[in-house]
C-alpha cells in the first residue's frame, strides 16, 4: 500500500481474455489516485476498449515470431525496435512510470525490456492455467508475477523466486461486479421467480455447445419457469435460430442473442451458467459466484480450458463436461437435474464464494503497489 500517486505503464492485446483484467486492475488503480498509461496497438482490440474506458493510451505496432516462417524474426525484431523507441520517446516527454504491468502476449515484450533498462520494476500477470510465452520469457526479471490459478506456478518456479510467484485471481471489470440481479432480469426480461438459465460459449460461440443445448430445448421448456438466455457467437446466430425453430410463444422463454455486451448483468441475473471455461469467463463466473455446467474446449493449447474448470470444479462450485460427452445422455440429464434443484444450485454457489475471485483487482493492485515501492 502507498500513499504517493504511482505512474503505472501497463501492456495488454489482442483478445478480451488479456485486455478486460487489464482493464479491471487499471479501474482498481485509478480508483487508488494513481495514474495508468497503456501501450498496445491502434488495429487491435486493446486500441478500441483502453480509449472508451477512459485510459491514455500510447499506440506502437509490434508482431509476434511465428516459428514455422524464420523469416518473421527479422520483422518481428524491427517492430519491437521501433516500439521501443516510441516507449523511451514516452518515458522522455512523459517521465518514467514507478510501475510496469504486463498481461501476457508478445505486446508486452518491449515495455518489459525498456523498463528493464530503466530500472523501473514490473509485475507480470498470468490469466491462464497454462502460461504463455511472453510471461515465461520475462519472468526471470519480474518483481511479481501474479497468477490468476494457482496451476500456473509450475511454469515459472526456477524462473522466478518462490516469494514472487503470488496468486491473486484474474481481475474483473467493476461493470461486472456491480452487476444485480434485479437489473439483470430487467434487462433480460426474466421473470424474478423465475429459473435462468444462460448459455455461452466465448465472443466467437461454441457450436458444439449450441448443437447440444438446442438439442434439449423441448425438454428444458418442459420445466415450468425455466428462461434460456443463449448466446450463440456472431457467425453461428442465424444457424442456432434455424436449429431451434423457436415459435413465438417459445421465444417469450427462451432468447436467442449473437453477442452479450452486458455481461455482468447477464451473470448476475442467471442461476446456472452452461459455458465453455475460458480465463476470462470462469474469472466472471466465479467473481459472481454463479453455479455452472462447463465444457472445456478440447483443442485449447496444453488443454488450459480443462485446468481452467478444475478451478471451480475441485471447489464444488462447478460440474465439469468434456466436449465429446456434450451427445451423451449424462449430459442433458445432468444439466435438467441442475434447473430442477435449487438447493444443490445454493451450494454450489457458496462454495464459489468462498473463492474470492472478486477481490482479485484488489489483490493484483496491492502487488503492483508493493513493487513500486520496491524501486531503487
Known sequence: ????????????????????????????????????????????LEGTLVPQAGFDFTPIVVTGFDRSRPWTLVSALVREHHARSVIEGTFDKLGVPD?????????????????????????????????????????SHASRVCIALPQAKS?????????????????????????????????????????MLLVFGGSLGAKHVNDAVAALKDK???????????????????DVVDELALSDQERKRWQVVPYISNMGEALAASDLVLSRAGASSIAEIAALAVPSVLVPYPLATADHQTTN??????????????DDKLDGPAFGEGLL????????????????????????????????????????
Open 309 to 322: 474448470a478444475h478451478f471451480l470444479v475441485d471447489a464444488g462450485a462447478a460440474v465439469l463436461v468434456p
Open 1 to 44: 500500500m502507498t500513499d504517493r500517486k504511482l505512474e503505472v505503464a501497463i501492456a495488454a492485446g489482442g483478445t478480451a481474455g488479456h485486455i478486460n483484467p487489464a482493464l479491471a486492475l487499471a479501474e482498481e488503480l485509478s480508483a487508488r489516485g494513481h495514474h495508468v498509461r497503456f501501450f498496445g496497438q491502434t488495429a487491435k
Open 220 to 238: 428444458i421448456l418442459a420445466l415450468p419457469d425455466v428462461y434460456v438466455v443463449h448466446s450463440t457467437g456472431k457467425e453461428l446466430y442465424d
Open 99 to 139: 510501475v510496469a504491468v504486463g498481461f501476457g502476449a508478445y505486446v508486452e515484450l518491449p515495455l518489459m525490456d525498456s523498463c528493464r533498462h530503466r530500472k523501473v520494476p514490473y509485475v507480470l500477470h498470468e490469466q491462464n492455467s497454462v502460461a504463455g510465452l511472453a510471461n515465461r520469457t520475462l519472468a
Open 155 to 195: 511454469a515459472f518456479e526456477g524462473k522466478a523466486a518462490d516469494s514472487a510467484i503470488v496468486v491473486t485471481g484474474n481481475p474483473v471489470r467493476r461493470s461486472v461486479l456491480g452487476a444485480s440481479r434485479e437489473a439483470g432480469r430487467s434487462a433480460f426480461s426474466i421473470p424474478d421467480d423465475a429459473t
Open 337 to 376: 437435474e441442475l434447473l430442477q434443484d435449487g438447493e444443490k444450485r445454493q451450494r454450489m454457489r457458496q462454495a464459489a464464494r468462498g473463492l474470492g475471485q472478486a477481490r482479485a483487482a484488489a489483490a493484483l493492485a496491492d502487488e503492483v503497489e508493493r513493487a513500486a515501492g520496491s524501486r531503487s
